[in-house]
């Protein structure tokens, strides 16, 4: 009996989605840029979203990817959902943001600790995770950076 090879071939699609908030070379130079870009995207879900900005070297963000939805006051991120997008993006670095529905921005422990989960993973693939943002629809944001949480 001979074996023979099998080689499965699998295709990875980027897909460009128009936005009516354009985002493409949009310089990040503040955690109020990020927040600016973060909630015009999802400050006003009823539900709290991850959303990855990914940026180029010059902190351009290249682009926007939400990584996971949750629930009324949770969402379970996971750092190979968020790494993932930012590896087919070629991304250099990330920003990382969620919103909290009920208005208040202050983060929670599970909030610091998916942030310090998402610093190791880059460390170790090579993308730097510069802050991570919480948005409310009251227009209220906090760095976790500037906590100094990360």
Do not use: W
């Not at 949770?74 to 930012?86: E, F, G, L, N, Y």
């Amino acid at each position: 009996m001979e074996l023979t090879s099998i080689f499965e071939v699998v295709r990875i699609k980027q897909e460009i989605k128009e936005s009516s908030v354009p985002f493409v070379l949009y310089q990040i130079r503040s955690p109020e840029d990020a927040q600016t870009l973060a909630a015009a995207h999802i400050a006003d879900e009823d539900r709290e979203v991850f959303l990855v900005m990914m940026l180029n070297t010059k902190n351009q963000v290249v682009g926007l990817h939400r990584a996971h939805i949750g629930s009324l006051n949770a969402s379970i991120v996971h750092p190979r959902d968020v790494m993932k997008c930012a590896i087919l993006n070629n991304a250099a670095s990330i920003i990382v943001s969620h919103q909290h529905p009920s208005g208040d921005p202050r983060p929670s422990k599970e909030d610091i600790e998916v942030t310090r989960r998402l610093a190791e993973a880059g460390k170790i693939i090579g993308i730097d995770v510069l802050d991570h943002v919480i948005v409310t629809h009251t227009g209220k944001h906090i760095s976790l950076k500037e906590k100094g949480y990360l």
